[in-house]
């Protein structure tokens, strides 16, 4: 399970930006090689209300990325259980069960990208 807190990355200067005197900062959530290669699936503005849980489910051959905007959830993927909240990321990778549930008292919101690996994959509910 990768998690990434944005609260424990440093912003640096983006790379079209003069290091001396940045006029855009970025921090690095994923770099090439944290994700397998493939083409993007979907990009999704999501949301979960207070006390609602996502089914849990794998995809075939589609990896997600899960970046919280706002509120607090528990995740589980396979195995392991993680508490986000606004700021941290967490990816589930192809086959790996997945499910969220809001455990804050505001909904949250969350970004979601797939990245398809191969052809013909799809959501396998569990």
């Not at 940045?22 to 994700?35: H, I, M, N, T």
């Not at 509120?71 to 993927?77: A, L």
């Amino acid at each position: 399970m990768k998690i990434v807190r944005l609260q424990d990355l440093d912003f640096i200067p983006a790379s079209h930006e003069d290091p001396k005197d940045p006029g855009a900062l970025k921090k690095v959530l994923l770099k090439r090689g944290d994700l397998p290669e493939g083409r993007i699936q979907m990009i999704n503005w999501s949301k979960i209300p207070v006390g609602k849980t996502f089914a849990p489910h794998y995809h075939q051959s589609m990896i997600e990325v899960f970046i919280i905007m706002s509120g607090k959830v528990k995740v589980k993927i396979d195995n392991e259980e993680a508490i986000l909240e606004k700021g941290d990321m967490i990816i589930a990778m192809e086959k790996q069960v997945h499910t969220m549930t809001n455990i804050g008292d505001k909904d949250v919101d969350y970004f979601a990208m797939g990245v398809a690996t191969s052809e013909g994959g799809k959501s396998v509910n569990v």
